[in-house]
Antibody, heavy 118, light 106 residues
Framework: QVQLQESGPGLVKPSQTLSLTCTVS??????????WSWIRQHPGKGLEWIGYIYYIGSTYYNPSLKSRVTLSVDTSNDQFSLKLSSVTAADTAVYYCARLNSDYFDFWGQGTLVTVSS | EIVLTQSPATLSLSPGERATLSCRAS??????LAWYQQKPGQAPRLLIS???NRATGIPPRFSGSGSGTDFTLTISTLEPEDFAVYYCQQRSNWWTFGQGTKVEIK
């Protein structure tokens, strides 16, 4: 059973860069066939896909966030990471990492709340 | 961007009743439609993929149907653990979700 776990600071100051890491267990990122994604959920709101990274490093981002998002992958540690620059209060959300099985997200992390505040 | 519109926003039902949730796409998504269940404080859980395929471990009381622009998630007999928020999701140029339907206890 694949498991994902997010980690990173829960509080980020405005204009700084939000950084999160997702650690995958129960399966290898390098096995291929899946895309490793970040999704966020604003408090009390719906879900927004941020982007994905494939194990070879290719990426695809939500156009609305593309200018501020960078995803990276560390296959040796089965981790992938999110960086979101120039954050504002509007970036306060629960951030999930998830495995994208081409069309749908079949495994999710538990989520981590990131608050943007000075 | 393809917009998914879910209705109703809230569905008030009693355990044992049948729940019918709707998801409408602003343009055709074929059968590339998935459904998720989310309970408070938890991550979404995949229920249905490809419009009608139940995910592993999902009980048969959950069923999905539809294609093109109109999709339905049906819970045949509501169990106490089914009261939650349900989201539909599509993939086209990228992946988007509906705004959710809350199934609450009447």
């Amino acid at each position: 059973q694949v498991q994902l776990q997010e980690s990173g600071p829960g509080l980020v100051k405005p204009s700084q860069t939000l950084s999160l890491t997702c650690t995958v267990s129960g399966g290898s990122i390098s096995s291929g066939g899946y895309y490793w994604s970040w999704i966020r959920q604003h408090p009390g709101k719906g879900l927004e896909w941020i982007g994905y990274i494939y194990y070879i490093g290719s990426t695809y981002y939500n156009p609305s966030l593309k200018s501020r998002v960078t995803l990276s992958v560390d296959t040796s540690n089965d981790q992938f990471s999110l960086k979101l620059s120039s954050v504002t209060a509007a970036d306060t959300a629960v951030y999930y990492c998830a495995r994208l099985n081409s069309d749908y997200f079949d495994f999710w992390g538990q989520g981590t709340l990131v608050t943007v505040s000075s | 961007e393809i917009v998914l519109t879910q209705s109703p926003a809230t569905l008030s039902l009693s355990p044992g009743e049948r729940a019918t949730l709707s998801c409408r796409a602003s343009q055709s998504v074929g059968r590339y439609l998935a459904w998720y269940q989310q309970k408070p404080g938890q991550a979404p859980r995949l229920l249905i993929s490809a419009a009608s395929n139940r995910a592993t471990g999902i009980p048969p009381r959950f069923s999905g149907s539809g294609s093109g622009t109109d999709f339905t998630l049906t819970i045949s007999t509501l169990e106490p653990e089914d009261f939650a928020v349900y989201y539909c999701q599509q993939r086209s140029n990228w992946w988007t979700f509906g705004q959710g339907t809350k199934v609450e206890i009447k």
